[in-house]
């Protein structure tokens, strides 16, 4: 594969390397803590997870999806068919 050339470095950077765009993008969705409580719960399971990180962890990951999903599959909907927010 040919190195792009150095003009195509100055006009568009990013273009010219995908990957650090790419890794930027991942570190936004996906932060250094996270990629922690990944490594923890791949090396040691649920249960060396929890007895790290202890409960309130686990309660807050249950509760960020429970709010998370009531409000994309019930208020969402709901104020749609209200016709409150114009789809």
Do not use: T
């Not at 100055?10 to 409580?37: K, T």
């Amino acid at each position: 594969m040919s190195k792009p050339s150095k003009q195509a470095e100055q006009i568009a950077p990013e273009a010219a390397r995908p990957g650090r765009v790419r890794r930027s993008l991942s570190y936004l969705f996906n932060p250094g803590f996270i990629q922690d409580w990944r490594a923890i719960w791949k090396e040691r399971g649920f249960r060396g997870f929890v007895r790290e990180k202890g409960w309130r962890i686990v309660a807050a990951i249950i509760l960020y999806y429970l709010v998370r999903d009531s409000l994309l599959y019930l208020v969402l909907p709901y104020l749609a068919a209200r016709g409150l927010l114009k789809c």
